[in-house]
């Protein structure tokens, strides 16, 4: 074993796919790309997610308590790269990078089209947003592409390091 800096730790630990994170507010809808997310509850779905209070949606997410959670196909990786390096306060991200925005159904966030999972969210705890920027989210609606099929998503491994999803294997398992 070698010693590693405790400075890359994330690197191993990163949590699930890199996402694209909507808001709006005062009627300008924003983009960013999150990696850092976790599923906390099944029924109904809770997802914790960190977003940094130098993020320009970070003050529309602590305002209006909404948010979509797009999940972007790999094909989307670079545009996924560009809206985690600009600034929503600098450019409109979705007419930068061609993004489409739909109409969601139960918050004022909008879906993006090219993803192949949205999940609208509404903020239901923010006890750690002040320490940790910790936002926990309940999922109100799920929506998916049928028309991607087997859609394969990215994993933000650090300093612009990426790998994507591999093939599935399936073991016996005693959860349903």
Known sequence: MKELPLSKVYQLLEPGPVVLL???????ANVMAMSWHMMIEFEPPQVACVVSG????????????????????????????????????????FAAFGLTKIQAARISP?????????????????????????????????????????PKTIHHRGYGTF?????????KSRMR
């Open 110 to 150: 909008p879906l993006i089209a090219e993803c192949f999972a949205n999940l609208e969210c509404k903020v239901t705890d923010t006890r750690f947003v002040n320490k940790y920027n910790l936002f926990i989210l309940e999922v109100l609606k799920a929506w998916i592409d049928p028309a991607q099929k087997n």
């Open 54 to 93: 130098n993020d320009y949606s970070f003050s529309a997410l602590r305002a209006t308590g909404e948010c979509v959670i797009a999940i972007p196909p790999r094909k989307l990786a670079t545009t996924v790269v560009q809206a985690g390096n600009s600034s929503g306060r600098a450019i409109d991200k």
């Open 163 to 171: 790998v994507v999803d591999g093939p599935t294997i399936k073991l």
């Open 22 to 28: 909507t808001t709006a507010r005062r009627g300008r």
